[in-house]
């Protein structure tokens, strides 16, 4: 069974910086595509990262590029969201996603991936 559970989200100020956490279990992450998305209150899904199923290439939405990191620890199993210079805009609920078809190389699909996590809040304060 494939399972996706996060953590680190929490409250941080403006310009702060917090690292999420995706411990993966039930698949191998080097098979599937592997991202994060967001949802604020009252707005729709937003996709945020993701790394590419096919070739490792990594992508990010404009809006956090330049200040949000993702990577993975395969030997963990698990992906990470390092995030830097945190803006209150940023704050949302954010879920981490796998899917072993999509390609991994167009953000806007990551809220559609077939496996997503619970969710962890990130609450940026200005």
């Known amino acids: 069974e494939v399972q996706l559970v996060e953590s680190g989200g929490g409250l941080v100020q403006a310009g702060g910086s917090l690292r999420l956490s995706c411990a993966a279990s039930?698949?191998?992450?080097?098979?599937?595509?592997v991202g994060w998305f967001r949802q604020a209150p009252g707005k729709g899904r937003e996709g945020v990262s993701c790394?590419?199923?096919?070739?490792?290439?990594?992508y990010y939405a404009d809006s956090v590029k330049g200040r949000f990191t993702i990577s993975s620890d395969n030997a963990k199993n698990t992906v990470f969201l390092q995030m830097n210079s945190l803006k209150p805009e940023d704050t949302a609920v954010y879920y981490c996603?796998?899917?072993?078809?999509?390609?991994?190389?167009?953000?806007?699909?990551?809220?559609?991936?077939?496996?997503r996590g619970q969710g962890t809040q990130v609450t940026v304060s200005s």
């Open positions: 039930g698949f191998t992450l080097d098979d599937y595509a």
């Open positions: 790394i590419s199923r096919t070739d490792g290439s990594i």
């Open positions: 996603a796998a899917d072993p078809f999509q390609e991994g190389r167009a953000i806007s699909t990551i809220p559609l991936y077939d496996y």
